[in-house]
C-alpha cells in the first residue's frame, strides 16, 4: 500500500516526501533514520533533503559533551541515504538493500552541531547492471558547504 501512494505522490507535480513516505523507501529506522524530509527529487536523477540536527540525538551524549559535534560518518550516512532514495525509485532497479561499497574524495569543511538543518543534495552518477551504483552528494548549512564526496554503493544478496 506504501508504494501505490508513493507512486501517486511522485508522479504529480510536487516532488517532495514526508518523513512516512521516506520510511516506505528506506530501511533505516531511529536512531539511524537520518533524512527528515524529501524537498525536491527528480526520480533516478537527483534529490534535495532536510536533516534537522538536534540536541536529542543519540550521538551528542557522547560526542562530545562539551561541544557536541554531529560526527562526520553521520553527515555521510545521511548523503548515502538521499542518494538511496534516488536509487529506489528507478525502474528495472531489484528491490533489496543497497550498502556502501566505497567513499572517495569526502571532505569535511565545517563543523555541524545541534540546531543545524542540514540541506543534502545528491546526484545519481552511474548504475551498472542494476546492482552498482554511484552518487555526488553535498550537504549545506546556511547556504555554507559542509561536506561533500561520492559514495559508491552495490545490492547484497
Known amino acids: 500500500l506504501t508504494f501505490i501512494v508513493l507512486e501517486k505522490k511522485l508522479s504529480s507535480e510536487n516532488s517532495q516526501l514526508s518523513s512516512e513516505q521516506i520510511l516506505g523507501l528506506l530501511p533505516h529506522r531511529y536512531p539511524f533514520a537520518l533524512v527528515d524530509k524529501v524537498i525536491e527529487h527528480i526520480p533516478g536523477e537527483r534529490a534535495v533533503a532536510v536533516k534537522n540536527v538536534t540536541i536529542n540525538e543519540p550521538q551528542f551524549q557522547g560526542h562530545f559533551p562539551e561541544r557536541p559535534l554531529m560526527p562526520g560518518v553521520l553527515i555521510v550516512e545521511s548523503m548515502a541515504q538521499v542518494g538511496g532514495i534516488i536509487v529506489t525509485q528507478m525502474p528495472n532497479v531489484p528491490k533489496g538493500l543497497f550498502v556502501f561499497a566505497g567513499i572517495n ?14 540541506i543534502i543534495s545528491c546526484e545519481l552518477l552511474s548504475i551498472k547492471r542494476q546492482r552498482f551504483g554511484k552518487v555526488k552528494g553535498e550537504a549545506h548549512v546556511d547556504g555554507k558547504l559542509v561536506c561533500a564526496g561520492e559514495l559508491m554503493f552495490s545490492l547484497v544478496d
Open 105 to 118: 574524495n569526502v571532505k569535511f569543511r565545517k563543523p555541524v552541531v545541534p540546531g543545524d538543518q542540514l
